[in-house]
């Protein structure tokens, strides 16, 4: 891996829906509290993840933007559940939804628990500046506003917020 290039939206509509062609649901919990990574104090987050059977330990630079270093590896699956009961200050819930548009694949991901509501598409792409089409469905990019970043999400969630940050604006 190496390296991320990942662009968030907030959607326009739900229309993407009728369009999925496989979903996950994921539990995630990071090992570095969110304060130490925005404030500055860690140069990484450091997460668990559990989709399905499979776990994974993901490493991933603590600067903000489309592009950040990243690097993922498998776990066991029991040691993750005991990571995420012992070392998380809490966890983050959602279903991944997987969608293609034009040659590239969108991953939807919509919220629950404290999040609940919250419905963001990625994209992952091979470089900064490469090229893809925007469906009907995406809205407003919201790649630099941190609030967005699941670490956040456990800190600061959906539910907390003000209705002008759950436009993408504040």
Known sequence: MGMEIE???????????SQVSRSQRL????LVS???VTSGASKSSVRVRIGGEQAWLNIKSSTLGVARQEYEYEVPLADAE????RLCDGVVEKIRHYVAHANHEFEIDEFFGANDGLVVAELELDSVDEAY????????????????????????PYSAWTAAEREGQG
């Open 7 to 17: 662009r968030k939206f907030l959607l326009a509509s739900d229309t993407w829906r």
């Open 34 to 36: 969110a304060h130490l």
């Open 133 to 156: 089409e925007r469906p009907d469905w995406l809205g407003a990019e919201v790649s630099e506003l941190p609030r967005y970043y699941n670490l956040n999400l456990i800190a600061y």
């Open 82 to 85: 005991a990571m995420l009961a």
């Open 27 to 30: 539990v995630q919990g990071y």
